[in-house]
């Protein structure tokens, strides 16, 4: 898919999930959100970019973190909804539509103490001219800290890109668990030349009430939304059902517990 195009899947799906992403996602997505802080060590007056913020829940977080002393965060997306939502609840942090693989675009002469970037590079075109950006923005000694889902096999809701697919060619994330693998962010963190690399794998679960709160999650709340807004009723249901058979090993009674897996990494430019 050329890459331009992948970006405006990604900025109008982003758009149609924002309404429901933080109340589908939130639980899961924690232990990553609190890895990510814990990794960054920030410190009062501290200034920090958050690239591909979403509806900013790690933007919030860090600000609490920074916010003594004058520290200011400033969160970028693509997504007009996205960020629309994370300005409503953190009118203290700036925000600004922006690719995170052009940072100097929309972010020209500015530089942070730290850049983060929570689950967003496996949703960019090149996630290395990615990195390579938000390196840019760093003044010397500056610290990044990356967060992508694990390998694929740990991820018991992998199966939805190839669903989805099967019914309309959406391309929405075609290497979606690529740096999840091995050692593959840790080597991405050191070719963007950041030193002191270190990475940590962390478990979690996505637990959900019952079959129609799991496929919410899974087809309006994320990366698919757009593809899945396209279905008629008939390949809606068909596509949910198929889903739920992938995630049936998690179901218990009513209730679903999928695991997934996450790859925080962190370095320093010298």
Same mark, same amino acid.
């Given at each position: 898919?050329?890459?331009?195009?992948?970006?405006?899947?990604? =900025?109008?799906?982003?758009?149609?999930?924002?309404?429901?992403?933080?109340?589908?996602?939130?639980?899961?997505? &924690?232990? &990553?959100t609190a890895a990510v802080l814990a990794s960054a060590a920030l410190q009062p007056g501290e200034h920090v970019l958050d690239v591909a913020c979403g509806s900013g829940v790690l933007t919030r977080a860090a600000w609490q973190a920074v916010?003594?002393?004058?520290?200011?965060?400033?969160?970028?997306?693509?997504?007009?909804?996205?960020?629309?939502?994370?300005?409503?609840?953190?009118?203290?942090?700036?925000?600004?539509?922006?690719?995170?693989?052009?940072?100097?675009?929309?972010? &020209?002469? +500015?530089?942070?103490?730290?850049?983060?970037?929570?689950?967003?590079?496996?949703?960019?075109?090149?996630?290395?001219?990615?990195?390579?950006?938000?390196?840019?923005?760093?003044?010397?000694?500056? =610290?990044?800290?990356?967060?992508?889902?694990?390998?694929?096999?740990?991820?018991?809701?992998?199966?939805?890109?190839?669903?989805?697919?099967?019914?309309?060619?959406?391309?929405?994330?075609?290497?979606?668990?690529?740096?999840?693998?091995?050692?593959?962010?840790?080597?991405?963190?050191? +070719?963007? +030349?950041?030193?002191?690399?270190?990475?940590?794998?962390?478990?979690?679960?996505?637990?959900?009430?019952?079959?129609?709160?799991?496929?919410?999650?899974?087809?309006?709340?994320?990366p698919v939304a757009l593809a899945y807004s396209r279905f008629d009723d008939a390949t809606r249901l068909a596509v949910q059902a198929e889903y739920l058979a992938s995630i049936e090993p998690w179901r218990l009674e009513s209730c679903y517990?999928?695991?997934? +897996?996450?790859?925080?990494?962190?370095?320093?430019?010298?």
């Amino acid at each position: 898919m050329d890459s331009r195009l992948q970006l405006r899947v990604q =900025r109008y799906g982003w758009d149609r999930a924002a309404p429901h992403y933080e109340l589908a996602w939130n639980q899961a997505l &924690a232990p &990553a959100t609190a890895a990510v802080l814990a990794s960054a060590a920030l410190q009062p007056g501290e200034h920090v970019l958050d690239v591909a913020c979403g509806s900013g829940v790690l933007t919030r977080a860090a600000w609490q973190a920074v916010a003594r002393r004058g520290g200011e965060v400033v969160g970028t997306d693509l997504s007009e909804q996205m960020l629309a939502q994370a300005s409503e609840q953190s009118p203290q942090c700036r925000f600004v539509r922006a690719d995170g693989q052009q940072l100097e675009d929309s972010l &020209a002469n +500015e530089e942070f103490d730290v850049v983060l970037c929570g689950l967003g590079l496996m949703y960019m075109p090149d996630p290395e001219l990615a990195l390579a950006s938000m390196v840019r923005r760093l003044r010397p000694g500056g =610290r990044l800290v990356a967060s992508v889902w694990g390998e694929r096999r740990a991820c018991a809701w992998a199966d939805l890109f190839p669903i989805v697919d099967a019914q309309v060619y959406s391309e929405v994330c075609p290497m979606f668990f690529r740096l999840g693998g091995g050692d593959a962010l840790a080597r991405a963190l050191r +070719e963007a +030349e950041l030193v002191g690399v270190t990475t940590e794998r962390i478990a979690t679960t996505a637990d959900y009430a019952d079959a129609q709160t799991a496929c919410d999650a899974a087809f309006i709340a994320g990366p698919v939304a757009l593809a899945y807004s396209r279905f008629d009723d008939a390949t809606r249901l068909a596509v949910q059902a198929e889903y739920l058979a992938s995630i049936e090993p998690w179901r218990l009674e009513s209730c679903y517990s999928l695991p997934g +897996e996450f790859v925080i990494g962190c370095g320093k430019l010298s």
